[in-house]
């Protein structure tokens, strides 16, 4: 897969490095990488994977 044209951002709520930065795949899908290693492959989801992620996050399912 070829991720040189994907635009990976990182979250405002990001002040301390080392967060997971989110880039949107040309074909649908997102990529997600490690801020502090970019070089390092990324974590590949489809679109329906991110948004149950998503939807997840927003009703505080991984809080702890």
Same mark, same amino acid.
């Given at each position: 897969?070829?991720?040189?044209?994907?635009?990976? #951002?990182?979250?405002?709520?990001?002040? &301390?490095?080392?967060?997971?930065?989110?880039?949107?795949?040309?074909?649908? !899908? =997102?990529?997600?990488?490690?801020? #502090?290693?970019?070089?390092?492959?990324? &974590?590949?989801?489809?679109?329906?994977?991110?948004?149950?992620?998503?939807? !997840? =996050?927003?009703?505080?399912?991984?809080?702890?």
């Amino acid at each position: 897969m070829n991720l040189e044209d994907v635009q990976f #951002k990182t979250s405002s709520f990001c002040t &301390l490095g080392g967060c997971v930065q989110v880039g949107q795949l040309a074909g649908g !899908g =997102v990529a997600v990488r490690d801020s #502090k290693n970019p070089a390092q492959q990324p &974590l590949v989801f489809t679109t329906a994977e991110w948004t149950a992620f998503v939807a !997840g =996050v927003r009703a505080g399912e991984f809080g702890g």
